[in-house]
């Protein structure tokens, strides 16, 4: 339960002054919907203003404040010409002061010929005369700010009306025990939590502070993790110690690369364990990490447990029922499936065979934890595309066992080390690292939109020789606001030229749609699938080797990849065509330079962190779970292995959360809103 000091902090954004119906709408757009919202609501920059007594032409450029005695003020003849106030200052240099769009009734408000007046703007040289375009008028002395933070805004609310409900929500702070480690707190010199977001909405450029608060948001997940963690480690399990007999009837058709070995190795020391495991396996498309989960659950049954695997569709769980049905072939394991598809007897059938313990293996999709699915011995848990899932449903399928299963969780989206650290601190990781031999990367070509004819010429070569392709855009549909090729408008156009081999899927499809038509591309009777980014995880179409992705430059790195690898999973040459704009930043440049020399997806992963800077949001899609609001990419490289560890010897020292410095990272946790995930996260 969030502690009472705390409640003036998560109250309704309306309670603060001024916060009506009107202003609560571009405010719910920014995502402030209570009061700590605002408080957090970082500046993405600021203003400095210059406070100045005489005008000078080399401040042209700059902002500048300086008081003002209006000279005259004129009105254009023209209905739509600017109204522009004469003022000089009290050395007699002139400036116009230029207001557009504005009624000159209105101007003659805010001046008064022969009064002073105090302004702030940037000022402009207009042939010889100095302007300052819309200033603003600055209120008296109390008003003025040297450095005025700029917000991140909507439409409907100003950069100073935030930062006026800013500075109520730092008023109904409350003052806080210090959760950091005191000697870290003398090393870095870094004031309370409450003075450093005051410094930083004060002086955005202020890094003490920002890295103070930053350092509490990592600091508080990180806590959390550890808790999880420590929690997994006291409750009660089951070895599953496995005696080898049905992993040595396995014929595969080739060795096992080196990063397969080892991986196997230590999750069969982690299931030989009475704890639960919690293993994170990362390994890119095509590494063989559903080989890994096989051998993880031919382990479970050879001790007399059940495995399950959990997929995100259906698509994917009928695709991983084939897959494990071919491997496993000859053994005497009996494989099932099931998916909100199956009703009537085949569904019972299933039922009872779990029940009876006669089904050792069960693939599907959130059907598998349905209350009526009950397994006679539950011992290990496979979860695949494992973000796609939240944690209340892997804690559900985890209770289905008699004792806690074991829980392995899969990934082909490689995330930088920093982030599993963040995000999946309470799981130990694998990584697959490397390619099973004969695997021919995929060849990356970018080029330039204006070629389109000549990439649609090939798209029909590609056809005329039996291959499938996919084709992805960004958009569903067309926008005032984008001039993005939309799916629907690329689908008709390639339609027109291909007929009715070509079929469409986005995000606004129904999942039976969706599924409908993405069986329809995995059974050959489509040639060319036009996609938005559904397919960045989905089906193995080893037919499938073109892939042409439009406005390539508008994708971050580890999307690109991860479309890319929708090809390259059969024999042969496959290829991926980037068709980018011709306006291209420096950033989308690097990113389609690195695409085409690379097809490493933990260096990529790597590379994408690194370029997108602390000015952008922790990719969340691409990466897993909640984003951090505070912390900043290069923050969170920074001060995280010190979170870590400041983390564990909380925990491990100094008592956990029941010591002095423990109930102020309690508090931490309800603050950062890590609470909620404490119990769920346990779940992986």
Known sequence: MRPNILNPLFAEVTALKGVGAGLAKPLDRLGLARVVDVLFHLPSGWIDRLPRDELMAQDAGRTIAITLTVRDIRVSSSPRGPTRVQAADGYGNIVSLVYFGRSSGLVRKLYTVGEPVRVSGKLETYGQELQIIHPEIVDGE????????????????????????VEQAIARAPELGDWIEPGL??????????????????????????ARIAYDEIFANQLALSLVRQDTRRRRGRALKGDGRLRDMLRLPYALTGAQARTAREIEGDLAQDAPMLRLLQGDVGSGKTLVAALALLIAVEAGAQGALLAPTEILARQHYDTLRETLAGLPVNIAVLTGRDKGRAREGVLMGLADGSIDILIGTHAIFQDAVTYRDLGLVVVDEQHRFGVAERLALSAKGKTTPHLLAMTATPIPRTLVLAQHGEMDQSRLDEMPPGREPVETRVI????????????????????????????????????????????????GRFGDRVGLVHGKMRPAEKDAVMARFAGGELGVLVATTVIEVGVNVPNATLIVIEHADRFGLAQLHQLRGRVGRGGGQSRCLLLRGNA????????????????????????????????????????????????TPELLNELLPIAYDDARLLIDRDGGLSGARGQAARVALYLFERDAGVALLRSG
Not at 185 to 193: E, H, T, V
């Open 142 to 165: 109390d008003s003025f700010r040297e450095r005025e933070a700029i917000y991140p805004l909507s439409e409907g609310i100003t950069s100073r009306r935030v930062g006026g409900l």
């Open 185 to 210: 707190l003398a090393q870095r010199d870094w004031p309370g939590w409450k003075e450093a977001l005051a410094r930083v909405h004060a002086d955005p450029a202020d890094a003490v502070a920002r």
């Open 448 to 495: 330039s939109e204006e070629r389109l004819d000549e990439v649609v010429n090939a798209l029909g070569r590609h056809l005329a020789e039996g291959k499938q392709a996919y084709w992805v855009c960004p958009l569903v549909e067309e926008s005032e606001k984008s001039d993005l090729a939309a799916a629907e408008a690329r689908a008709a156009a390639l339609a």
């Open 584 to 631: 291209l930043s420096e950033t989308s440049r690097a990113r389609l330079a690195l695409m085409r020399e690379t097809n490493d997806g933990f260096m990529i992963a790597e590379e994408d962190l690194r370029l997108r800077g602390g000015g952008e949001l922790l990719g969340t899609r691409q990466s897993g779970e909640a984003a951090f609001r505070l912390a």
